[in-house]
């Protein structure tokens, strides 16, 4: 088979044609050509080889952990892997280790090489890590279903994901339990059997399990990224199980006022209505009667659109977002005017959203404060170690996100690093001057900024505005505004 040639690899032609695929003894076909029970044949084949392919995966993750033990000889969390700064909110505890209990200690660090090289996130390379730690250590049939193929591997993570918090004789309980059926079996089997092991061989956790699991508690709001945000946001609810269930009760009666009313949309959405009416109620508002006797003549959007409440009804928190507009879309938000067919501004961290909603937003609050445009070409330097507002503002605008590869932290949740590091010299021989410039500061996520100083990355900042990130290993990655590029190494194509 003629194949594609390049810099020490040979990459067969038949992968260059997106219709053309290779079956598991290597012979191409096309896609197109094939019959209805061929087909069929050839997707399990396909699921054989991806099941093979995510084994090895997970092989090279229990294997990259032997490589990088913890040091043993301090107890410090800095020493070893941890979730601490990873926003894992499945594992409890601010320094647990990636994996459950009677696994080995890995070395901090260790698993940002690791998922660099598979093209990931750091937290995602963790978690592939620690699944292997997991199923090798403490679900041996789980484990050994998963080298014979007999298992997805994507299931076993599953299942060690679930049993991450037991200890090893907890854990093992489940894998007896669940092995022979884990490749059919639902999260709500799984979490009876989980449950069911911690009672019987951690009877004295359970009471502390309830305690940690208070600490988990919490609501968060949560903004879709562009291209899905919509100017529609959800949230997240975790508590103590009787007040959500009474709160959901209370919004299921309120969304059924909502029909009683007139309202004609469907139940999801009359619910989610149903939490501006609460919140209105709870903050006294003004508005209409509650519960209305009937539908308002003329259709009040409250309970007969399918839009949200109208500000105008709503008192607002005060709430800082960063809304990006022109001049003409500035005075159409702040007028009541159209500007014309590009009325679109973009929110950080949220992104596109009309001038109407954004004037939505704006009426009736109480503080609007609007930015004058910054020149992002300005290059000013000081002679300290923190930047000037000024300063800040630019890098994070320039730079939106942690510039670590493949991270997306955004900038304003990052430390501004100095990329040459800062030298503050002493009171009698000052360091040198203008270190602290825009050329010479990036964002960091608290992780990777650890990281870098720590000495296990180096990284440059271009003339062009890209980064380029040297391992430990001395691979090199290229981080740019379209994202992350790999170096390419011959060894990489065999």
Known sequence: MKGFQGPGMSVPSAWLDPMIEMDSEGFPYEVDDLDADTLLVLARDAETRARAAERTKLNLAARWCVLHPAKTDTGHPAAYATWSEAGNRDVLGCDETIGGHGTPLVAAFAAEPFAAALGISTRAGLQLMADALNLEHRQPGTWRRVQSLAIAPWRARRLAQ????????????????LVERIDSCGTLTIERAVAEARARFDPDTVAAAEDRARASWGVDLHHGGPGDWAATSWIDAVGDTTDLTRFHDLVCDTAEQLKTAGDTDDLDLRKAKALGVIADQL?????????????????????????????????????????HLDWAQLQAALTDTDSGAADVGVVERLGPATVARIRDWLTGSRHVRIQPVLDLGRVDAVDQHDPPPWMAELVRLRDPHCVFPWCETHSRSCDLDHVIPYDPGTPQDPGPPAQTRPDNLAPLCRRHHRCKTAGRWSYQRTRDGTYTWTTPHHRTYLVTPLGTHEHRYPQDYG
């Open 283 to 323: 903050t006294n508002q003004p508005g209409p009667p509650w519960p209305p006797a009937a539908a308002p003549a003329g259709g009040d959007p409250r309970w007969s659109s399918p839009s949200r409440p109208t500000t105008t009804m709503r008192r607002r928190r005060d709430w800082t977002c960063y809304v």
């Open 162 to 177: 679930a049993t991450a918090s037991l200890s090893r004789e907890a854990a093992r309980q489940v894998d007896a339990v």
